[in-house]
């Protein structure tokens, strides 16, 4: 179907004196024999219709024609079938199909006549057309007109139904830009509307737009237009042949676009393949990359478990070697006799590097450093724990010698006090180091259209999030293992413009609604999370922290 549509039946020219000229359509004369019209097509132009002679009780039915099934249904406005009557006998149709007129009455004096607007004369016509042409039911939905002041129109909400927009006053370079609306939190905002790559205008020669994406709109001019007339109208389904609305748009935008929007076509298109590339050959260095680091943290954890049980067999080792001294000592006071106070002195202190070596055991697997240490110091200890057994069994054998024994099993108690004392000091020292304060890795983070995406397996521990739109979900990738579990906290900045956040938990008593965000501005709260294997969520709100 190409090109503008012309009526389908045989029509009269009208007379020069009937404003519509050789271009105007007589439809219904006194030659006339069916009581149905010829089909006329509007495409752009709307056209007036104006009937004669119509007698009381006769009307005149406009209705919508269907090329395909060539039938027809009431033509609607505002709900209202469209009808010439005795008391309303001019019509202006303003939207883009194709229609019939369909007369109740006798034949015989009715004369209607079809013109389009812009041929219409209005130096010397009737006041019904003057009348018609200056009202509100001329002009559905006015955005610009002889009242409007300022340079953008009212907003615009076209939903399921699209609506077809046409300008009147338009000359030279005059044009009206049309922006979408896009609303939140009570702030408009708008962009300018492109149709095939190129910002949607009306101007002199392209004066119709059908617009049929739901949304808001506004239509903007650069200063007042004198004279400036803007109409919007719904096209009901049953009102607008397809066909028409095809070849109405496409006329409409085809010249002006064609070119243009496919140039910005495959530009984008080419941008947006080497975007992709790019994307992805980071995205695979960034996987080798995280596959090395992981492969290294492997090593590192296998390499310090193994660190760890050397330094738990040497303290355990310590501790048999400070029991043996322990027996020695005792051994020694038996015999001394009078040393046996000594002796005993010398068993208690190795008692004590015993139970020393014992609590280094228990620290070496955070501090094995300081467990190799404490392993040394045994061994001295049971080294002089030797020499006192030694000492005493010489005791033993010579009387005469046993004061001198006694001294020397003195001299080696005192040392092994000393070791013992060092030994204490070493599990001082890997106490400490095991209560020292942990570093946690930690990560910053955004939400991307309303999700957030925590991955798991980056060992992250703090994970920091500044609101800069509302929360509507949250993802947790690569869970433990069975059996395990991971624990989180997410400290969480409101912005500040208060967003909402959904709560993470997916059980417990905050999922759900059961905890929500602060509105406070920049106020900051922190989240206790504990991930299962089975991805189940729990939280733990620590109130507002700042």
């Known amino acids: 179907m190409a090109g503008p549509f012309q009526p389908l039946n045989q029509t009269i020219a009208l007379p020069s004196a009937d404003n519509g000229g050789a271009d105007g359509l007589v439809l219904f004369n006194a030659l006339s024999t ?34 395909e099934t060539k039938q027809s249904s009431p033509y609607t406005r505002a709900g209202a079938s469209v009808i010439l009557t005795p008391g309303n006998t001019t019509e202006v149709i303003f939207l883009t199909g194709m229609y019939q007129l369909v007369f109740t009455g006798t034949l015989g004096q009715l004369v209607v006549t079809g013109t389009p607007l812009p041929q219409v004369n209005l130096v010397g016509a009737d006041a019904d057309l003057i009348s018609l042409l200056r009202s509100p039911v001329a002009f559905p939905n006015p955005l610009f007109g002889p009242s409007s002041s300022g340079i953008v129109s009212t907003k615009v909400q076209v939903g399921p139904t699209p609506m077809v927009f046409r300008a009147y006053g338009l000359s030279g370079s005059q044009s009206i830009a049309v922006l979408n609306v896009f609303s939140q939190n009570g702030v408009d905002t ?38 400036l007339v803007l109409i919007g109208q719904e096209t009901a389904a049953a009102s ?85 001294a322990s027996n020695s000592a005792t051994t020694a006071t038996t015999q001394a ?35 190799t240490s ?40 005192s040392g092994a006090a000393s070791s013992a004392t060092t030994a204490t000091n070493q599990a001082a020292i890997a106490t400490a180091a095991a209560n020292a304060p942990r570093l946690h890795p930690s990560l910053s983070i955004s939400s991307s259209t309303g999700v957030v995406t925590i991955d798991l397996s980056t060992m992250t521990e703090d994970y920091y999030l500044l609101l800069t739109e509302n929360v509507t979900s949250w993802v ?71």
């Open 476 to 546: 947790f990738s690569n869970p433990p293992a069975s059996g395990q579990d991971a624990k989180i906290n997410v400290v969480l900045t409101q912005a500040a413009t208060a967003m909402t956040c959904v709560s993470p938990a997916t059980a417990g008593h905050t999922a759900g609604t059961a905890w929500t965000v602060s509105s406070t501005a920049n106020s900051t709260q922190w989240l206790g999370l504990v991930v299962t294997s089975a991805g189940v969520v729990t939280l733990t709100p620590n109130g507002v922290l700042a």
């Open 337 to 371: 006799g009078d040393a046996s106070t000594s002796a005993t002195n010398a068993a208690a202190s190795a008692t004590s590097a015993s139970n020393s070596a014992a609590t280094a055991t228990t620290q070496a697997s955070d501090a094995a450093a300081s467990a």
């Open 34 to 67: 069916s009581k149905t019209s010829p089909v006329v097509g509007i495409v752009a132009t709307p056209m007036v219709l104006k009937a004669y002679n119509l007698q009381a009780g006769e009307s005149i039915a406009v209705n919508n024609y269907y090329a």
């Open 240 to 324: 607008l042949d397809p066909y028409t609305l095809y070849e109405t748009q496409a006329a409409a935008t085809a010249a002006a676009s064609s070119a243009v929007g496919a140039a910005a076509s495959a530009t984008s298109a080419s941008n947006s393949a080497t975007t992709a590339t790019t994307e992805a050959n980071t995205a695979t260095t960034q996987a080798s990359d995280a596959a090395a680091s992981a492969t290294s943290a492997s090593n590192s954890a296998t390499t310090a478990t193994t660190e760890a049980n050397t330094a738990t067999t040497q303290a355990s080792d310590a501790a048999a070697s400070a029991t043996s």
């Open 190 to 227: 708008v962009f300018p509307l492109s149709v095939a790559g190129v910002d949607a205008t009306l101007t002199a020669t392209n004066n119709q737009l059908v617009l049929d994406l739901s949304g808001s709109y506004v239509f903007q001019i650069a200063a007042p237009i004198e004279g």
């Open 374 to 413: 404490a392993s040394n110091s045994a061994t001295t200890a049971t080294t002089q724990a030797s020499n006192a057994s030694t000492s005493a069994s010489a005791a033993a054998s010579s009387a005469s010698g046993a004061s001198s024994s006694a001294s020397a099993a003195s001299s080696s108690a």
